[in-house]
């Protein structure tokens, strides 16, 4: 069955304290693994993609690494304004959809 | 770019009335399109599955009779929830697929409140 999970579940820092993000997936087939930012009352806001082991993305403070059983999210001298719900994503090689993981809240104090 | 917006991002409606929602890609044609359900501090939830032009694919336990898809154009999703009850209030997102992608672009939301 496929599968994603992620740990911690909440996360606090303190502004500069860089960490990491874990995403963990079973699945038969890896088509993509997604990785969302999602603001309290809002839809969820793209950050990367990534489609095989071995492949590393970046965007300002965030770099996102895959491996063939995880996906991690690097966190470089955080902000608050980095400050929210981190969302895993995983897609099959045999379906369109997305398995969503429960997510990480991250709480960067100044 | 890819942006979706989603109409409206709040209704409050009485019990046993319906309401729609809709999705639409701004900046691009969405061949499927995905409408998901969250429940207070937790992930979301897929309902439905929504192709251009062809029926939705509802996931288990959704009642298909109860949240209505259309997919009519491109750019446009509309989800219908039937007869409300106060168990359907809830945040639903959409999201739009691009054809030469496989990420899922979101919209903003939609937080409905049945009374």
């Known amino acids: 069955e496929d599968q994603v999970t992620q740990s911690p579940e909440a996360l606090r820092l303190q502004e500069g304290e860089s960490s990491s993000l874990n995403c963990s997936y079973t699945?038969?087939?890896?088509?993509?693994l997604f990785w969302y930012r999602q603001d309290p009352g809002k839809g969820p806001e793209f950050l990367f993609t990534?489609?095989?082991a071995g492949e590393e993305k970046e965007k300002e403070r965030l770099k996102a690494t895959l491996t063939k059983k995880e996906s991690f999210l690097h966190i470089t001298a955080p902000k608050p304004e980095d400050s929210a719900t981190y969302l895993c994503a995983v897609q099959a090689l045999s379906f369109n959809k997305f398995y969503f993981g429960s997510g990480t809240k991250l709480n960067v104090k100044p | 770019g890819a942006v979706v917006s989603q109409h409206p991002s709040w209704v409050i409606c009485k019990s046993g009335t319906s309401v729609k929602i809709e999705c639409r890609s701004l900046d691009f044609q969405a061949t499927t399109m995905f409408w998901y359900r969250q429940f207070p501090k937790q992930s979301l939830m897929l309902m439905a599955t929504?192709?251009?032009?062809?029926?939705?694919?509802?996931e288990q336990g959704v009642e298909k009779d109860k949240f209505l898809i259309n997919h009519a154009s491109l750019t446009l999703s509309t989800l219908t929830v039937t007869s409300a009850h106060p168990e359907d209030s809830s945040f639903y997102i959409c999201?739009?697929?691009?054809?030469?992608?496989?990420?899922?672009?979101f919209g903003p939301g939609t937080r409905l409140l049945v009374l």
């Open positions: 699945v038969s087939g890896l088509r993509g």
């Open positions: 999201s739009a697929r691009r054809p030469d992608q496989e990420t899922q672009y």
């Open positions: 990534l489609y095989s």
């Open positions: 929504s192709n251009e032009g062809s029926k939705a694919t509802y």
